[in-house]
């Protein structure tokens, strides 16, 4: 299936680092900043940074289908009503026209201009010559502040059309997070004769963190991994990776500081009330919450050939969440923390074969949590709980013992063209006709299309953690490591007590 899209549409808590297209404070943790980084966070309101009635004209502009919009405006409501999106589309609309408007009285200004302009080249009285420059001064100054209008009404439109949502896959459930379906439920829970820990008490028995030292240093929700932890993260990772590779993808390393603008682009907002990106102040960059976004952004502004196509990425970086808003025994330990590591997959397509790779990309994260004997589920999530980006989007909760409950592991996203209609991200597609030996060019070339765009986690290391500790622990307090690991963590089987060790 073929979808047309319209739409463009993570505070280091202080050592100053700031939260941006999402914190309405800055956080501080000590008394003093321990990095020449700084960043904070900062609201809406005060990144624009200006007054009523000035206009914020966009970093960037997206290629928005506003007639799509306008002649699907029945849908586009329903859908902005369904995920519970504050996007205007009034607004949208009534800005169009204004805009459309003012563009055909430019343009008949323009013609009015030109037409003196030829006028004035022939032999003309000197009061006939006069009056007509006198009417082309008066066309110049109307069509400069039409001009004007023009460029105001443009940045207006851009700032509010890029707020509207992605369009929705019709199968996907509508409501909060509560309606989402199960596609999948895979194992069973694992039984135990003995009195379950969670991870936290786990890797205090076996030495494996240290949450109190790492407060002191970086503040809350921040960590430190010690002895088989360590390569546990580090056979986690390879694995992952490695596991990728099998199936066709190219490995990568992407920076963790991105342009602001390329954060926007993905869908995501470095600046708002409860933003989950950090902004490092006095700059233009963001650490990044998720490497979707700097892989994203490798063919910004670029045209692929057809044959290019799928290109196929999995890539390791650290990421970096405000968790603004997180509260409560679900941020225990390891499961929510302000950085960590991991493994992500991210494909661009043609867009009649995205959803057949949405379908590959989910089937790749049930074989990896399986492979590893994981119990598990794959959700189908509603409506209101889709990213702006997502057309539809795959959750997989595993369950966690400790916790009494199944914990979000991975997430799989189709984000159709929202995402390449930010980035500039277009395919060229090639001639069907066989008695053409070379691509055609110039006029004759094909028009170019947006490629759709999906992500998704092979390995968030926190939380695959948090599944390993609590599903495979033993009553004498060791941790028996899956098979598929142990290649990557130089052959060892087991986590032992420190007082079991030999």
Same mark, same amino acid.
């Given at each position: 299936?073929?979808?047309?899209?319209?739409?463009?549409?993570?505070?280091?808590?202080?050592?100053?680092?700031?939260?941006?297209?999402?914190?309405?404070?800055?956080?501080?943790?000590?008394?003093?900043?321990?990095?020449?980084?700084?960043?904070?966070?900062?609201?809406?309101?005060?990144?624009?940074?200006?007054?009523?009635?000035?206009?914020?004209?966009?970093?960037?502009?997206?290629?928005? =289908?506003?007639?799509?919009?306008? =002649?699907?405006?029945?849908?586009?409501?329903?859908?902005?009503?369904?995920?519970?999106?504050?996007?205007?589309?009034?607004?949208?609309?009534?800005?169009?026209?204004?805009?459309?408007?003012?563009?055909?009285?430019?343009?008949? +200004?323009?013609?009015?201009?030109?037409?003196?302009?030829?006028?004035?080249?022939?032999?003309?009285?000197?009061?006939?010559? @006069?009056?007509?420059?006198?009417?082309?001064?008066?066309?110049?100054?109307?069509?400069?502040?039409?001009?004007? =209008?023009?460029?105001?009404?443009?940045?207006?439109?851009?700032?509010?059309? @890029?707020?509207?949502?992605?369009?929705?896959?019709?199968?996907?459930?509508?409501?909060?997070?509560?309606?989402?379906? %199960?596609?999948?439920?895979?194992?069973?829970?694992?039984?135990?004769?003995?009195?379950?820990?969670?991870?936290?008490?786990?890797?205090?028995?076996?030495?494996?963190?240290?949450?109190?030292?790492?407060?002191?240093?970086?503040?809350?929700?921040?960590?430190?991994?010690?002895?088989?932890?360590?390569?546990?993260?580090?056979?986690?990772?390879?694995?992952?990776?490695?596991?990728?590779?099998?199936?066709?993808?190219? !490995?990568?390393?992407?920076?963790?500081?991105?342009?602001?603008?390329?954060?926007?682009?993905?869908?995501? @907002?470095?600046?708002?009330?409860?933003?989950?990106?950090?902004?490092?102040?006095?700059?233009? @960059?963001?650490?990044?919450?998720?490497?979707?976004?700097?892989?994203?952004?490798?063919?910004?502004?670029?045209?692929?050939?057809?044959?290019?196509?799928?290109?196929?990425?999995?890539?390791?970086?650290?990421?970096?969440?405000?968790?603004?808003?997180?509260?409560?025994?679900?941020?225990?330990?390891?499961?929510?923390?302000?950085?960590?590591?991991? %493994?992500?997959?991210?494909?661009? *397509?043609?867009?009649?074969?995205?959803?057949?790779?949405?379908?590959?990309?989910?089937?790749?994260?049930?074989?990896?949590?399986?492979?590893?004997?994981?119990?598990?589920?794959?959700?189908?999530?509603?409506?209101?709980? +889709?990213?702006?980006?997502?057309?539809?989007?795959?959750?997989?909760?595993?369950?966690?013992?400790?916790?009494?409950?199944?914990?979000?592991?991975?997430?799989?996203?189709?984000?159709?063209?929202?995402?390449?209609?930010?980035?500039?991200?277009?395919?060229?597609?090639?001639?069907?006709?066989?008695?053409?030996?070379?691509?055609?060019?110039?006029?004759?070339?094909?028009?170019?299309?947006?490629?759709?765009?999906?992500?998704?986690?092979? *390995?968030?290391?926190?939380?695959?953690?948090?599944?390993?500790?609590?599903?495979?622990?033993?009553?004498?307090?060791?941790?028996?490591?899956?098979? !598929?690991?142990?290649?990557?963590?130089?052959?060892?089987?087991?986590?032992? !007590?420190?007082?079991?060790?030999?």
């Amino acid at each position: 299936m073929v979808l047309h899209c319209c739409f463009t549409g993570t505070t280091f808590h202080s050592l100053k680092l700031a939260a941006i297209p999402y914190l309405s404070k800055t956080l501080t943790y000590y008394s003093r900043p321990l990095l020449p980084l700084v960043v904070r966070s900062l609201s809406a309101s005060a990144a624009a940074a200006t007054d009523d009635n000035k206009v914020v004209k966009p970093q960037w502009k997206a290629a928005i =289908d506003f007639k799509w919009i306008r =002649d699907h405006k029945e849908s586009v409501a329903v859908n902005i009503k369904n995920r519970n999106s504050t996007a205007n589309l009034e607004l949208v609309l009534e800005l169009y026209e204004k805009l459309l408007n003012v563009q055909k009285e430019v343009e008949k +200004l323009r013609a009015e201009r030109n037409a003196v302009a030829n006028m004035m080249k022939g032999k003309l009285e000197p009061s006939e010559r @006069q009056k007509l420059i006198e009417e082309g001064k008066n066309l110049k100054e109307e069509l400069v502040t039409l001009e004007e =209008d023009l460029l105001k009404l443009t940045d207006e439109l851009q700032q509010e059309a @890029q707020s509207i949502p992605n369009m929705t896959h019709p199968d996907v459930p509508l409501g909060g997070e509560d309606s989402s379906t %199960v596609r999948k439920m895979v194992g069973k829970h694992a039984e135990f004769s003995f009195a379950v820990k969670d991870h936290v008490q786990l890797g205090k028995e076996l030495d494996l963190f240290d949450f109190d030292a790492a407060a002191e240093v970086s503040g809350s929700k921040f960590y430190y991994l010690k002895n088989e932890a360590v390569l546990l993260e580090m056979g986690l990772v390879n694995w992952a990776v490695s596991e990728a590779m099998k199936r066709g993808f190219t !490995p990568l390393t992407t920076p963790e500081i991105v342009r602001s603008s390329v954060v926007e682009k993905c869908g995501f @907002q470095p600046r708002g009330t409860n933003t989950q990106v950090y902004s490092i102040e006095n700059s233009d @960059q963001c650490l990044i919450g998720t490497a979707e976004i700097p892989v994203g952004g490798i063919h910004m502004d670029s045209i692929l050939s057809e044959s290019s196509l799928p290109l196929k990425y999995v890539a390791f970086s650290h990421c970096f969440r405000t968790e603004a808003g997180a509260a409560g025994a679900a941020t225990r330990g390891l499961y929510r923390v302000h950085q960590f590591s991991k %493994v992500e997959m991210f494909i661009l *397509c043609r867009p009649d074969e995205s959803d057949s790779y949405h379908e590959e990309l989910i089937e790749i994260e049930e074989e990896l949590f399986s492979s590893l004997g994981f119990h598990f589920k794959t959700l189908d999530m509603a409506t209101e709980d +889709l990213g702006a980006p997502a057309y539809r989007k795959f959750d997989v909760e595993a369950w966690m013992p400790g916790l009494g409950r199944y914990g979000e592991i991975s997430s799989a996203s189709n984000c159709t063209d929202y995402q390449s209609r930010r980035l500039g991200i277009r395919y060229r597609p090639e001639s069907s006709s066989s008695s053409s030996s070379s691509p055609k060019k110039g006029k004759n070339a094909a028009p170019t299309q947006f490629v759709h765009t999906l992500n998704a986690t092979a *390995c968030a290391v926190p939380r695959m953690i948090v599944c390993l500790l609590e599903n495979f622990q033993q009553e004498d307090g060791s941790v028996i490591i899956p098979e !598929p690991l142990r290649p990557f963590m130089g052959g060892l089987q087991i986590i032992k !007590p420190k007082h079991l060790q030999n």
